[in-house]
């Protein structure tokens, strides 16, 4: 008789969270969604939040169901976006929990700069600049008072697993999104912390992928009807991406989904002057630095589609643009494309009121994302000094046939897509090689 071990992976993005129990038999690891759910963000007195209350209870109800299907599961670990987090005072949040996309942070970051120039962030971090980085969002959090008081920062995953299993941990290759973690120690940059009068108690010692946090609280246990281990796998969504693809040999890759993220494996980071000038972040892998570039990615053409044609598919909606004849391009990663009121309005602004219809508006947007790649991808390989003939895609953006012929057409890459959840199945590895 063949005994099983069964492992739960929780992966979240910005719209949607999915439960995946997994398992290795024959030597295959197979996968199956035991549960969906939606996420977004919410508007809340002119700010863009996270309702992290209605998430937590999402991840409880999918374990629950996990449970139900596969009552003998050994561990289990969360995967997020990067940069969000959660105060808390104790054990008591404190509300309300800000979204990335919000634009609070606009007023600060030229403070931040004063105090820490970019020049130098970069010098010690790597990390690659946007406005939401969490750097950014905690100065907003000092100006406003909101440090006040606070006993713990937690990154969102690792909130929902302190909910879980009552264990409080940063884990490093979510902390790396936070643009506060030292390049070549790993652990956090006490210097900047010092420089931004932030509370060093706020940022411990980082906890590294396979670590075991504990097992579930006992009235969670009793809620979900099971209990087993609580891991950190690889707790920034891309990071865990990364480890779920079956790559021959190091080639880059793009984890395709609210937003693109374009990149390689190098063995350490990459800090000088051209990687700063191309925005590239050196980020925590499993083991290796992951070399990367935020895209917007399919954030373009969901909000698109919400707006212009909520009743179509996405399979319709590619048609269109295939056969539209529109050439005009927008720049994917500029700030307007960020989070607009509207996205049709942006691209119109864009583009001079050239886009006449739906299939202008995708086209447009799936040929300009092609040039992001072929553009980041330039300076890739002109920062890491490689060549390189496939670039492997993966996530949701990865069934896209049409946008991956582009991409081929652009960059002049063998593309390899591959339709698969990596992130969740990065996760599953993880916790598959917990001793």
Known sequence: MIFLRYYLAIDIGASSGRHIVGWQENDVLHAKEVYRFPNGVREEKGHLTWDVRKLFSNVVTGIMEAFKAYPEIESLSIDTWGVDYVLLKGDQEVY???????????????????????????????????????????????????????????????YLLWKLCGVKAQEYTNATTMSMVNAQTGEFDLGIVDALGYPRHLFP?????????????????????????????????TGSAVEGIPMEGNRPYISSGTWSLLGVKTPKPITGEDSMAANYSNEGG???????????????VNELQRELCPEMNFPEIVKLAEESECEMLVNANAPEFLAPKSMKVAFDKATGNCLNTIGDYFRCAYRSLAVSYKEALEELEANTGARYDKLYIVGGGAKNVFLNRLTEEATGKQVIALPIEATALGNLKIQMEVK
Not at 286 to 300: E, F, P
């Open 96 to 158: 309300p929990v800000y979204a990335y996309r919000d634009g609070r942070t606009e007023a600060v970051i030229p403070q931040v700069h004063e105090q820490v120039p970019f020049s130098e962030l970069y010098r010690h971090t790597g990390c690659q600049f946007q406005p939401f980085n969490t750097i950014y969002q905690l100065y907003d959090e000092k100006v406003n008072g909101r440090l006040d008081g606070v006993t713990d920062m937690l990154m969102m995953p690792e």
């Open 205 to 237: 010692k980082l906890s590294q992928p396979g670590t075991v946090l504990g097992m579930l609280r006992p009235e969670i246990a009793t809620a979900v009807g099971g209990n087993c281990k609580v891991v950190l796998c690889a707790t920034h969504d």
């Open 286 to 300: 499993v083991g290796y630095n992951r070399y990367q570039k935020n895209i917007m990615g399919m954030w373009l």
